[in-house]
């Protein structure tokens, strides 16, 4: 492999793992903030106004988190071609799971949510957002599993 082949693929592995490792932090760090904090809080306003806050604090995340996954897992499979450690592509495999999961489980409950209609039945808000608490831990896990991955791989050398 010529110099110049060589100091291309560094250049574009490491260019992709900050990336990767960027996306991931900042996808783990909203995703338990969420989980820990701000739907907490949201459930103890009681059911309607949870809703009622629900739509637009989802709407604004919803943009940020799958731009996130979707970029840490192409800038991690960036990052193992050109020749980073299969971990990397583990780390992306994991933080891009989020998206499937996403779509499959959140997705259904998120659409409940955010139609008109439930404002007049308390208990099933309540329970929908128990539901979505839930399911949305298990994305803080992913992401932050993802970033301990890329983490250490970025440690061991």
């Not at 909203?30 to 106004?49: I, K, N, Q, T």
Request: charged share 10%.
């Amino acid at each position: 492999m010529s110099y110049f082949k060589f100091m291309m693929l560094s250049c574009i592995q490491y260019s992709a793992q900050f990336v990767a490792t960027f996306c991931s932090s900042i996808f783990a760090g909203a995703a338990v903030y969420v989980s820990f904090v701000e739907h907490p809080a949201r459930m103890e306003c009681g059911p309607l106004l949870a809703s009622t806050e629900f739509a637009p604090s989802y709407k604004r995340a919803a943009i940020m988190q799958a731009s996130l996954a979707a970029l840490g897992f192409t800038s991690s499979v960036a990052a193992w071609l050109a020749g980073a450690g299969g971990w990397w592509l583990i780390g992306g495999i994991v933080l891009g799971s989020v998206i499937p999961f996403t779509l499959l489980f959140v997705i259904p409950v998120n659409k409940e949510l955010l139609n008109p209609s439930i404002d007049k039945q308390p208990d099933k808000i309540n329970h929908l957002l128990m539901r979505w608490g839930r399911l949305h831990a298990a994305r803080s896990v992913l992401g932050t599993i993802s970033l301990l991955v890329f983490l250490s791989s970025l440690f061991r050398h």
